[in-house]
């Protein structure tokens, strides 16, 4: 269109110097003028028309067109900007009425004249933009009327209203002359300075191109920026209405690398006084500019997304491409745009046009990538707004499968391939390198990053944490350009890829290994809930990243839901080769609550299952593990009262390597083959007798130690399944055999089975005590040991603990008459059994000799005979006598027996043949256990006393000898015991005493034997050496006992005397009385060798070796008597 008006017009120069002309030729040239006229009216007509079809288009496509009122406005300013940088255009918005003004160079005559008449010169421009053809026609939508306010190139002025309200042809024809004419009419000579504003336009508008205004100026203030940025002539654009303001301002451009520049533009906004910088990152070449918005936030430098403006720009906006498939907005004059200036040409055929802007477009591609790389490589944030490409939408100007491809392979492809995801350790990866978080939501793709994050595998390879998404929005969108899933690029990962790489650790410890914290158990709980929220339910069952209670990871399905199941429990089964915890869900992971799994399992369902596979280890000889294993399960069922399950409970034997199954079965009270529980968990009286009984059928130790709840085996006897005491009651139908011997019944069989009771009596019995080879009566008649360990079991604890069942009863026979019989029924084995074992391997019954033979050599069981009133009840139950036992044991053959005879008839002699006196000697001695002590003590007090004065005998014959032929006379004061035989002295009180006298002067001798290292003094013997100090003599007769009964001989070799002793001992009779009254025993060392001791309030002073083996020898006691003599003549001298 613009190039058939150029064809249609000349010059308006050219018009006006042909009116010229004709005035001059006047009738030289009559026919030129009209040839003239008819060329003006047919192209003025022609023009009229072109534009009336042109508005009729535009107010047809209103609402699509008008938007681009304010662009059309700054293209043509641009296309006379005077200079680099100083072009100012404003847009105002006042009073009904818009303004917009610029201060480019003035009109040429061409200019005015197809701003007036449509039509455009833009086609001699370098790189022209607008057009003052259909592009400025678009602006009368906004009023059909515009003012035009300029200049003209030569500096001459006008002012005309461009008028294009006709409504037909002709009236439109007729608006333009006149609006023609007005512009003429108007010029007037320069009054403006140069750089002042050249040009203005205003449009009166009404309500309804107010709103469209509205739009504009918005649009301007997101959009306005990217045109300073793509055009360096501006040097400001701005825009006021009564409600807004609003500047923009180029603050500065600089290169950052090749072919790529900052660009900083100032915004100035009536909300704030000082401008906000808006930052642009320019990648330009000759034939294409891109650019991307940044932001500086503290430290970091941060990729934005463009906002919704136009993506493609030719000079300025091309409204209509904000939702073109690119990241950034794109410039290039080489844009050959739609007729309605909304788009580009892309692919829709092979001219000229399209491929020149296929070709820009490519080359858009590489320019972005080498922005992205750029950033990146400067550690810039949000590198993936560059690869979130908008969805391709279909347009009329588009080929989408063009574009698909072009992206593809110009930038998506090369934008995976470069290192442009930037790491939290500030690394720089390609995606195609990387493991980017993709997730239905952003709280989803940060739950996953923050899963994945701690994975040592994934760290390194991970997007930033705030980027992650960024990438995941990048990845979506590549999806839709491959019309494939997110999932399918290999740099992407899901829950399913999380979950897999979780499954690849294969268990909770090697996971745990790959997390940096390593709390492997929360970081799986995570990840479950993250699946189950993000809609993995199905990866939830089918992936192995469920752990068993080993932490082993299984399939949901493959494991059981564990129902309160005790450890205690799981670790029995392992003992037994159950891994339990591998069919359990681990509790731990409270996301499959609800999950059935494989089932519930519950601690009935482990306990029977435990004892069947016990039952099955019963067939084998018994390892350690299954002792630990039953013993363990035991304890747990008892404790938690789950008696249900003791029913054929499989237990085992005291004894060690040689232990035996025991299955527990409720028997009842009358059966003796009911297993015996822990023997410690017996009385303990009767625990000692435990080897008496089958080790095989008695439960071994091990239970009780880890059951030591008496109660519990309380409640196991109550329920009969084994029994705590050996002694147990039953109802039985007693029969000819179990009556008393004594009784009047017949000797014939055939009688017998008249005997018998009409009911049942209760009756005592003792488990395992006769019938089979493990019974006692069987063990014992092989073992002499064991067989007198049974008889003091008998004595000690049986009889005591049925002291009753030794005492007859009587009941009803069915014979008509009563009879008696001992309630305790082990009476009947024991007496009919032939238990008592002899030489050869042979056996007896219970009789006096039998029994005499069996405990003679045991000196504490014959004892008992004589002291247990329980023997002499067992022994009458049983029918045998005690003297008879007696005279069994206590003799050997017939002599013994004769005197044993003589013995009880002395006996009988000595009281007098009172059977009485007898009876109560005898009761003595079986009431009081210490009688026959003291009488041995009475008996040896009796020889030590013919002992010690057989020695004192000995001394004064020896100092008789020694003395009386020098005129001594030698005689014994006192007759006492106060040698001591033993380490403790006896009859200390008394004393043997030789008298020395020799004139009127007089000598005391105190004799002390001993047998150890020290003599002992009475108080009343260390007194009288006190007060007889001068004249007495201490004689200590020490005894060999290695060298029997000392002679006379030996008594005269190592007797000492010891003088002076009565000195020595004064200062401890001194104080005797101080101590006399003392209760608790003492001991005090008075001087070395001199020792006081007391003991209840007995004082005794004990004189040690090295005082009285430094005394004189017997040889020279006649020479220290002579000394003291004189030494006393001289004191009294």
Known sequence: MTNQVNNQHDDISTVNHADECSEEVGDVLPMQEDWNSARNRVLTSNTAQGVHKHLRALESNRSHVLPRWIWELLQNARDVADGDANLEASVEVCDGELKFSHNGRGFEPDEITHLIYYGSTKFELEDPIGQFGSGFLTTHLLSPIVKVDGRLTDGREFVFELDRSGNSVADLQHCMDVS???????????????????????????????????????????????????????????????????????KGRASLADHIEEVEVNVSTNDSETPKCHSYIVAESDKVAVAVPFERRDDDVVLVSPPNVPKLVLGFPLVGTEDFSFPAVV???????????????????????????????????????????????????????????PRIRPQRWLDETWLRSCLRTNLVDSIRAASLVLTESGNAIAPNASKLPIAASPEAVEKLWLLAYPLTSLKDTLPRQSEAQGWCSAANKWAALYDCLPGEFEETMDGRDLAECAESAGSIETLRAQLEDGDATAWLDELHRFLANDGFDEELRELNIVPDQNGRFCALPELHRDRDISNELKEVAQLIGWDLRAELRDTRFGMFSDEPGAGDIDSDDVIRKLIELLRECMESPLDDDFKRASVRLFTWVATHDQWNHLEGFPTFSDGGNSSVPIKLLQQGDDTSERPLAPIRTWPEPLQKYANLFPRRRIL?????????????????????????????????SLSFDDFLPNEPLPEDDEEKDEHRTDGTVEVKDVAYFSGGDIAILSRVRQNRKLAQLFWDFLIQWLAVEDAKGLETQETACVCGSSHRYYPAAWLVPLANNRWVPLEGRRAARATASSLANLVRDNQFLTDLLRKSPQALALLKALGVSMPELIMELVTTDDDERAALDETLAKLLTSVGSDWNRLQEFADDIQEDGELFDHL????????????????????????KESLEGEGFHVRRTGVGSDFLIQSHPIGEDEHDRLELVRGDRTWLVEIKSTRDDSVRMTAVQARTSVDHRSDYLLCVVPINLELGDPDSEAVSQHMRFVDGIGVRLAGICANLENFENLRDRVTIEDAPGFRLEIDSGSPRIRIGRTVWEKGFVLENLLTQLNAMDNTYEGGHG
């Open 180 to 250: 023609f004419e007005a512009f003429q009419s108007s010029l007037a000579p320069a009054t403006a300075s140069p750089g002042s504003v050249s040009t203005t336009f205003r449009y009166t508008i009404d309500e309804g191109a107010l709103k469209v205004v509205d739009e504009g100026v918005r649009t301007l203030a997101l959009a306005g920026p990217y045109v300073t940025v793509f055009n360096n002539v501006f040097k400001s654009i701005q825009f006021r209405t009564p409600e807004d303001r609003c500047i923009l301002r180029v």
């Open 331 to 389: 410039h290039s004059l080489r844009f050959s745009p739609t007729e309605e200036r909304d788009g580009v040409y892309l692919g829709q055929s092979g001219d000229r046009a399209n491929q020149e802007n296929q070709a820009v477009l490519e080359h858009a591609c590489r320019l972005l990538l080498s922005i992205a790389e750029y950033a990146a490589k400067s550690g810039w944030s949000h590198s993936h707004v560059l690869a979130e490409l």
């Open 700 to 732: 071994a130790d091990d239970f009780a130690a880890a059951l030591e709840d008496t109660s519990v085996w309380s409640a196991l006897n109550e329920r009969r399944f084994l029994r705590t005491n050996v002694l147990y009651t039953h109802a039985i």
């Open 936 to 959: 041995a003590e009475r008996r040896e007090r009796r020889r030590m006393v013919h002992e010690n004065q057989r020695l004192g005998a000995l001394v004064e014959e020896l100092v």
